[in-house]
């Protein structure tokens, strides 16, 4: 699996935008840019994956620049109960359930 | 999203014990499944990958005698941690994924070895 870097952490307002980067520069033609997050003391959540072009879904924004060694994935309307720890993963699709979790960006969102 | 079910989501075992956590796919068959183990502060650590029948691929530094997998069943995967002690008290997660489909976590056991 490629390497991921992110933040340790951000904060960001109830109700607003939660913009979470990610740099994956060293990702292969083949491996995808996965998204969970993990509550505390919970199981880890799938959020949303992409290969090169944007993806959305009922959760969340996935944006990936074109080089696609960095992606963004995006909350448009955060809540309180986003507040969680929140990985990206690159790997190939069919490694879908082993991955090499990082140690993720902790979004805190605040009323 | 398919559902994972583990269980218990907490235990609490003596130590010299062995403890069996369940996980179960509820609504798809699951070809493969996953075993983490999270320490308090840590991410996530692979231990092992099992299929259905066929016996655990372990990652390293993962004792596989004392960490037991049986996936008998493409609904159902055990681990047995085998006469567990209080360094093996953290959270252990699994994920299981169908055929062709992407992995779904489960909601994590808590074990506490006292």
């Known amino acids: 699996d490629a390497k991921t870097t992110q933040p340790t952490s951000m904060d960001c307002a109830e109700g607003r935008a939660a913009n979470l980067p990610c740099n994956h520069s060293?990702?292969?033609?083949?491996?995808?840019v996965y998204w969970y997050r993990q509550i505390h003391s919970q199981g880890p959540q799938y959020i949303i994956h992409g290969l090169k072009n944007n993806e959305t879904n009922e959760m969340a924004s996935l944006i990936i620049t074109e080089d696609r060694k960095s992606s963004t994935l995006i909350l448009p309307h955060a809540t309180l109960r986003d507040t969680a720890v929140y990985y990206c993963i690159v790997r190939v699709l069919q490694d879908a359930g082993k991955s090499t979790f990082g140690d993720g960006t902790t979004l805190t969102v605040k009323p | 999203g398919a559902v994972v079910s583990q269980h218990p989501s907490w235990v609490i075992c003596k130590s010299g014990t062995s403890v069996k956590i369940e996980c179960r796919s509820l609504?798809?068959?699951?070809?493969?499944m996953f075993w983490y183990r999270q320490f308090p502060k840590q991410s996530l650590m692979l231990m092992a990958t099992s299929n259905e029948g066929s016996k655990a691929t372990y990652e390293q530094g993962v004792e596989k005698d004392k960490f037991l997998i049986n996936h008998a069943s493409l609904t159902l995967s055990t681990l047995t941690v085998t006469s567990a002690h209080p360094e093996d008290s953290s959270f252990y997660i699994c994920?299981?994924?169908?055929?062709?489909?992407?992995?779904?976590f489960g909601q994590g056991t808590r074990l506490t070895v006292v």
């Open positions: 060293t990702i292969s033609g083949n491996e995808y």
């Open positions: 609504d798809f068959q699951a070809t493969t």
């Open positions: 994920s299981a994924r169908g055929q062709n489909t992407e992995a779904f």
